[in-house]
């Protein structure tokens, strides 16, 4: 498959998934993020264990799969959680997961096919915003938590428990 076809699909499949699938993207980007902090603190010693009893399943394979497994579980937990009138707020964040996740997959791909991805226009062009596209994400998926919270009733102001 063209390396292109590779990062379109990167790109789209998750944004499509999100979106067509009601999913608040928001909670999906932090589980990329929290699939990266699983591999930088979990992943040497994952491997050294995956190597002694899951041989297939160890280097750059187990790395996807550390990093894949809490985006995967969140999608599937959250399917269809979003209101119907949410769905437009959460294009910026399912947009800005699949960006993310492009960017933290292409370096886990086989050394020789990652370089052929690297070499495209699209993944240049990735690349050149990758702060913005982070940044904006981040922003965009806590203001989209934020504007979940619940409504205090009429007349309550956080005193629980308390009588006036």
Known sequence: MSPDVVLILLL???VAILLLWRVNAALVFLSACLGTVLLNFVGKDANDFAGMFLPFLSGNNLKLALLLLPVVLT???MIKTLKSSQILLNIVPAVGTGLLLTLLIVPLLPADYATQVRATMIWHHVEQ?????VGISALACLVFLWSQRPKMPHGKHGHAGKHH
């Open 12 to 14: 789209g499949v998750p």
């Open 75 to 77: 999608t599937v937990f």
């Open 129 to 133: 915003v990758q702060t913005l596209v």
